[in-house]
Every structure is written in structure tokens, then in C-alpha cells.
């Protein structure tokens, strides 16, 4: 179904971005327990201020850490950023008719991309778990943790940026140059988060947040269990589509396409 050799030849290719990357996640992560803590002690035995949200428990908190714009961004650079630039990189450097030279099929190629991505996504969301755990423990908050409903957190994450993995890997089938993959890419995870945004502070646009997939993905509503499992069936038809469009365009990719 892969291959093995392309496959670690990719992630030795992206190594350096990964332990990086992952790096960065655990650190991040790690401070909105502290920043959670440090609210708690600052309005102890008072009452809770209007606007606080969020940061009255440590899963509301946990939930803005995971969905903020740092995040996006990391999570974004360690899953679909690492299949966006896949097959039309290839193709831009002149290397993928070498690549396609070898016994190799195309649909083998294009799984063992995606599988890369699938791992990045993988290991930031497990990334961001670790560093939640460790912040948990530095702010002496770990009793208020929802440690069995961690695991859920990690599948739905990585199915969530999986999905834009997949996402990634359709575009980049779809064009001979890294450029135009990467900016549909980047265009639509920022539109989905953009319209979830917008929509929370905006009456005319809070009717139609459901048209975002960031809306279906909700942290908070994952540790304490309150989660509706559709959410995950979304994310997977978003998956299938992404995938289906790729296995169909790359075996023609010997056509001309747009730049």
C-alpha cells in the first residue's frame, strides 16, 4: 500500500521541521494550564469577571490554547504543510518523473505522502497533549484535568488535521507548482477559522458558523464529554472527498495543468 523507502525518505527530509515543530507544540501547550492557575489565584474569593469565559475551567482554557492562531499555524505546518508541497513540489524540482521512473505506482506514491501527513497530524495533536499534561503538573492543576477523556482529544485532532492533510495532498495532485497548492490550502483552513471567528462576534454571520469545520471541532466539549460524535463523521466525508479528488487527479497529472 506504501512504500517504505519513500517513506522514511520523507520524514528524514522533514526531521528537522518535526522535532522543531513538536518542540514548539509541548511548550506552547504547556503554559495555558499555567496561564489557567495564574487566572484562578488572581480572582480568588472573588467573583468571576464578565468576559472571562473560557478561562474559568482548565478545559475552557485548554480549548482556547488548541484552537488559537499560534496553534492553527503549528498544527497547520506539521500536518497539511507537509503534504501541500508534496507532488507539485515534485513536479516544480523536475524530480517526479524520476520518482515515477521507479516501480512504483502513483496511487502508491500519493498514500505514502498522505501517510506523512497523517502522521504529523498525529504527533502534534499528541504533542499538544504531552505539553497540557506537563503544564498540568507545573501548575499543580492535574486533579482538574480530564485525563480519560485525553485520548479522545488526540483522535479527534488528529482526524481533524488529518483532514486538512488530505486536503493538502488533493491540491498539490492538482497543480505543477507548490505555490497555488499551498494558497488554496492555506485560503481554506484560514476561511473555515475566519467565518468561526467572525461568527461568535457577528449577528449577521452566527447563522451560518455550522458552514465551518473549526465550529464541529470543540476541545472544550471533548473533555467533558458533552461532544457530538457527527462531528467526527464530518470530518471524515471531509477526509473521503479530499482523497477521492486526489486519487482521481494525479493518475492524469500527465495532462497540462494549471499553474
Excluded: C
Excluded at 116 to 144: K, N, P, R
Excluded at 190 to 203: A, C, P, S, T
Excluded at 224 to 242: K, P, Q, R
Aim: glycine share 10%.
Amino acid at each position: 500500500m506504501i512504500s517504505r523507502t519513500l517513506f522514511f525518505r520523507l520524514l528524514r527530509g522533514h526531521r528537522v521541521r518535526l522535532a522543531v515543530g513538536l518542540l514548539v507544540v509541548v511548550i506552547w501547550s504547556l503554559l495555558f494550564p499555567v496561564i489557567y492557575k495564574a487566572f484562578q489565584d488572581s480572582i480568588a474569593g472573588k467573583p468571576i469577571p464578565p468576559g472571562a469565559g473560557n478561562f474559568s475551567t482548565l478545559a475552557g482554557t485548554i480549548s482556547v490554547g488548541f484552537i488559537h492562531p499560534i496553534s492553527i499555524a503549528l498544527f497547520g505546518i506539521l500536518s497539511a504543510g507537509l503534504t501541500v508541497g508534496a507532488l507539485s513540489g515534485e513536479r516544480q524540482r523536475g524530480t517526479l518523473e524520476l520518482l515515477l521512473s521507479r516501480p512504483l505506482s502513483r496511487r502508491k506514491i500519493l498514500a505514502t505522502m498522505l501517510l506523512e501527513g497523517w502522521l504529523g497530524a498525529a504527533l502534534v495533536s499528541f504533542a499538544y497533549i504531552v505539553g497540557t499534561v506537563i503544564g498540568a503538573q507545573i501548575a499543580g492543576v492535574q486533579d482538574e484535568l480530564a485525563f480519560a477523556q485525553l485520548p479522545t482529544l488526540w483522535a479527534y485532532g488528529a482526524l481533524f488535521w488529518g483532514m486538512f492533510a488530505t486536503i493538502g495532498i488533493a491540491a498539490s495532485a492538482s497543480f505543477d507548482t507548490t505555490a497555488p497548492s499551498m494558497a488554496i490550502t492555506v485560503a481554506f483552513i484560514m476561511g473555515n477559522y475566519i467565518l468561526e471567528v467572525i461568527g461568535q462576534f457577528w449577528d449577521v454571520v452566527e447563522p451560518y458558523r455550522y458552514l465551518s469545520l473549526f465550529n464541529h471541532f470543540s476541545p472544550v466539549d471533548l473533555l467533558s464529554n458533552t461532544v457530538d460524535a457527527s462531528a467526527a463523521l464530518i470530518f471524515m466525508v471531509g477526509t473521503l472527498i479530499a482523497g477521492a479528488w486526489a486519487l482521481y487527479i494525479f493518475p492524469r497529472r500527465d495532462l497540462a495543468a494549471p499553474n
